[in-house]
């Protein structure tokens, strides 16, 4: 979780760096060297005042929880999860859909078993919710909690109906993070790619891998492939407004429908 005093912080920041960077422009000055790696960014905010976006952006919070009744397996995952996105895992105990909706979150994971192995995961934003499989998981258990830092690959999300929404999405759930250095403004939004998490699309299945970079090697710490079967604009307690809907688990190759 992200606290106050950090997100006050990155908030500032980024004021900061915006305002440099107008007065850089509007007096032709050169760019100083800590602005040139966020350049690009920096200035499609100003152009299409991106302000909003940015604050929900700063303001993540992940919350994982599961079905009644969970094994020991699946709180397992879960709270692995919950690790990887920054999060925080909640045990469901007897929590309805609609008080698991109505939780404090910006994102919200649900995880699901079928004979004791996770086999669906629910990804909702309380305006919009994606519905996986689960198959081929593999993961390590982990006793102590992960750097906040993680570089986060997206790759295969063209398709103008779903892929650049679902990008987006993904791309909101784990936040930037501002690496300060002992010199005097000389702060830069940067990853110090301790973690990376990529999730590929390839023939309709999303390729999820989660690895710890160690001595510039990767290890790979979390994998598992999902398939969408259905996408709606509610949250996880209603089928309100569906978007897309392969009816359950059947013929869930049928289509890439983040590259359409």
Not at 193 to 204: E, F, M, T
Request: with cysteine.
């Amino acid at each position: 979780m992200i606290s106050k005093f950090k997100l006050k912080k990155r908030q500032e920041y980024l004021k900061r760096q915006k305002e440099q960077f107008k007065d850089c422009l509007e007096n032709n000055k050169k760019l100083p060297h800590a602005l040139r790696e966020d350049a690009k960014d920096i200035l499609d905010d100003i152009i299409y005042n991106e302000d909003n976006r940015k604050d929900e952006y700063l303001e993540t919070k992940v919350v994982v929880t599961t079905s009644h009744n969970p094994t020991t397996k699946l709180k397992q995952f879960a709270k692995h999860l919950s690790l990887i996105f920054n999060g925080e895992f909640i045990l469901r105990s007897k929590m309805s859909l609609e008080e698991v909706n109505n939780l404090d979150y910006s994102h919200l994971i649900v995880l699901n078993e079928n004979k004791g192995n996770p086999s669906s995961m629910i990804l909702s934003d309380k305006t919009k919710s994606y519905h996986f499989t689960v198959s081929q998981l593999n993961f390590t258990k982990r006793d102590k909690p992960m750097k906040e830092e993680v570089h986060l690959v997206l790759d295969g999300f063209t398709g103008e109906k779903f892929g650049k929404d679902f990008h987006m999405f993904m791309s909101l759930m784990l936040p930037k993070y501002i690496k300060e250095t002992k010199k005097k403004n000389s702060k830069f939004s940067k990853n110090n790619n301790s973690r990376l998490l990529g999730l590929v699309n390839r023939d309709s299945n999303l390729l999820f891998r989660h690895c710890m970079i160690e001595n510039r090697k990767l290890i790979k710490e979390c994998s598992f492939n999902m398939k969408c079967y259905k996408i709606s604009n509610s949250g996880v307690d209603c089928d309100k407004d569906i978007l897309f809907n392969l009816g359950g688990f059947k013929n869930v190759n049928d289509k890439n429908i983040f590259i359409e």
